[in-house]
């Protein structure tokens, strides 16, 4: 009867601890892929890695220490040379100082010594949230002064790289860096020392076309966008839409370019491994 | 390089190296030097025309000349892909310098390329790799190394044949990170800003003598180097024959060392 419907009875439960529990499991972070939402706390656990599609965020240089050196063993150094302003070009500065107080880091690269898992090595962190982690005069100039430093100390090298290319803010002189640091690793390699890159979310321009590909070791992290030129620019020139998979880890590694594309669980023991295998090789 | 001619901006300069008529490496090469043979490929996966190489002989000296290749028609820029080389050039590119170096052969480049290919085959074949190795090996060559930019310096294409002892640019030639178009639509967001950005990046061949990237300019006849080829390939024998009589007395060892200290002195930063 029709007449039952309004007489039946609905009942929903109310949870009154729902915000007290809510709070206990602590913030909601956004998948920047997927756009699933998950907590904070696990993510991090997880390293920065989407428990829905299971790609990685990108770390900044904090991040990216943290779950690589061991705890304490990191060493800041080249943070004396920083960014002026040499095309005049408007609104620069007051960019990388506005960018300086968001992440909290002086320019795009950071640089040191630690160790890991025991084995002391020279590390560059390369910062995609700086803008776009493009490599200017003071990221040149860091990295040189980088791969000097290891050369003198017999240490290898590491380098985390993203990048979006050259800094276009700084002109010529960007340009220049790519000759720069692909000298001074030279030097470093002449040397009988380790380099090894790793190429992470995203590996681009001039960076790709420099010092990212000249490791002795390439390591990829999986999912990692890598490529020389940028994925608009190509399909711009050809007129068609490139495959998905165009420009990934996978494909580089594929292709001949990568020597190994690692999940960012194993990677600390990757390294520590290698690093170990040619201290063992040098005989020290 | 005569008052008047100090005038042209950048975009004007860009207009003169981009015209059909402006000598290619065809012209400077078949006048300055003599004996010319030109060597093909990268002994991996191809000939890449985008950039020609071969050995010569400038005088007495027999040397090793490569350069950007741009076409005078349209089915020699097609062949040519518009001197925008693929990996396979550059990696050609460095077995001639690396033959030239074993051969103690002088290494002469002409740059004239809007910039490294971008396309699949390009991505697949690792250009990013190719020219970063180009950058790496060329820095550490011991044997004379001369670079002429005589139109187009497009970013790392051109720097990939670049990293030498002297670096000259042609009174005309722009040499720069990125193209005018593609500074303005990045970083304003609006491509028809075009010419501004070409004055702010700095690209002539004066700006980057006096931000101390290239050792010198070679002047031009008047109104462009088309006007007179035969005059503008005198005025480029003469700085190579200048500075081969000097870089020929060095090392090899020392001339890999000054190479790598120019270029490691190369960056504006401050220091606390």
Redesign the interface.
Known sequence: MLIDLFKKTRYISVDLDYNERQKELGPLVVCPFCKKSMRAKEYEQRLHQCQHCGKYGRLNPEQRLAITVDEGSFQLMNE?????N??D?KGYEEKIAVLQEKTGCTEAVTTGVGTILGEKTCIAVMNSEFLMASMG??V??RL?RLFEYATEERLPVIIFCASGG?R?????????????V??????HS?AGLLYITVLTDPTT??V???????GDVILAEKNATI????RR??EG??GTE?PKD??TAEFVEK???VDKVVSRQELKEVLAKILKLHRLEAGN | MSGEHNKITASGRIEIVKQKARPNVVDYISRIFDDFIEFRGDRAFGDDQAILGGIARLGDIPVTVIGHHKGKNTQENIDFNFAMAHPEGYRKALRLMKQAEKFHRPIICFVDTPGAYCGIGAEERGQGEAIAKSLQVMMALETPVITIVTGEGGSGGALGLAVANKVYMLENAVYSVISPKGFASILWKDATREKEAAELLKMTAQDLYDAHIIEGIIPEPEEGAHKDVKQMCKNIEAVLRQDLAELTGISGQELAQLRYEKFRHMGVFLER
């Open positions: 004396n040379v920083y960014t002026t040499p095309l070009f005069s003071v040149g100039e040189t050259a276009m803010h700084e002109g010529i002189l960007s340009l220049m860096q790519m000759a720069k692909s000298g001074a690793a030279g030097k002449q321009g001039g790709t076309a420099s010092f990212a590909m000249l490529g020389f030129a940028g620019v190509i020139t050809i490139l165009f420009q292709h001949g370019f």
